[in-house]
């Protein structure tokens, strides 16, 4: 199983990026889904999560900014970020609980994207 994140990028304040989360391998499950972000010298912190049911939960620093979403025909999540403050600037990290019989799951997590907020 892999996850591969992109769309990170820079990006000035006040604009928005969308984050991808593709997902592939032997899957039976994906369920939650997630992204959490490390800024430099800070620990790793969740940003959004969201269940198969698409009940959703935000960190309160980003909550009505940003929106988790979820594609599950094509095992894809995404980030819309927007209204993006320097302080969002981090690598984000995509993560899932995937189930690869019924009976086996497992926390994977994506190798990161870097997004900068910077004028």
């Known amino acids: 199983v892999q996850l591969q994140a992109s769309g990170g990028g820079l990006v000035q304040p006040g604009g928005s990026l969308r984050l991808s989360c593709a997902a592939s391998?032997?899957?039976?499950?994906?369920?939650?889904m997630g992204w959490y972000r490390q800024a430099p010298g800070k620990e790793r912190e969740l940003v959004a999560r969201?269940?198969?049911?698409?009940?959703?939960n935000y960190a309160d620093s980003v909550n009505g900014r940003f929106t988790i979403s979820r594609d599950n025909a094509k095992k894809t999540w995404y980030l819309q970020m927007n209204s993006l403050k320097p302080e969002d600037t981090a690598v984000y990290y995509c993560t899932a609980r995937v189930g690869t019989s019924l009976y086996a799951a497992m926390n994977y997590w994506g190798k990161g994207t870097q997004v900068t907020v910077s004028s």
């Open positions: 391998g032997s899957i039976v499950s994906i369920d939650p």
């Open positions: 969201i269940t198969s049911g698409g009940s959703t």
